[in-house]
């Protein structure tokens, strides 16, 4: 799906209405060819929430709930800068969290360094939350075979 500047702002519109009583200020949104990020929040203000937000180019066929999810997670950062405990908290309210995170790992671009090794394992089931049935189904493994980096 490909995402017009109209359509992107009535996503942020939607999300405005959905989670935020302060509602943020989107000044912009770009896709632009990023090595090491899915998205980046810039130029974060927190007095008036307001952010500028640059989206990898290859997401730009994402369907749309992970760009939803991408929107949402870089808006966030105009209350909470860094991934803390309460960040994740409320990352993790966006409704269709677990799909957006699945989606990203499926396709290797959470994080933007596709790598299959026992850190990511063990990553995914200590921060994110993720069962070895849910790690098994995103890279395509066995579940007995993810088993022995649990």
């Not at 200020?25 to 896709?31: A, D, E, G, R, T």
């Not at 799909?99 to 790598?115: E, F, T």
């Not at 090794?117 to 069962?131: Q, S």
């Amino acid at each position: 799906m490909k995402y017009p500047k109209k359509k992107l702002y009535r996503i942020v519109d939607k999300i405005n209405n959905q989670y935020f009583i302060k509602p943020v200020k989107v000044k912009s949104i770009n896709f632009e060819e990023m090595a090491d990020f899915w998205a980046l929040a810039d130029n974060i203000t927190t007095k008036r929430p307001s952010v500028d937000i640059l989206v990898k180019n290859t997401l730009k066929t994402a369907p749309q709930y992970v760009i939803e999810y991408l929107l949402y997670h870089e808006m966030l950062h105009t209350f909470r800068q860094y991934h803390s405990k309460q960040f994740k908290e409320h990352e993790r309210q966006y409704k269709n969290y677990n799909i957006a995170v699945r989606w990203l790992y499926k396709i290797n671009y959470y994080g933007c360094r596709p790598k299959y090794n026992v850190d990511i394992i063990k990553f995914m089931k200590n921060k994110e939350g993720l069962t070895k049935n849910d790690i098994s189904y995103i890279f395509g493994k066995s579940a007995q075979t993810i088993k022995k980096y649990m």
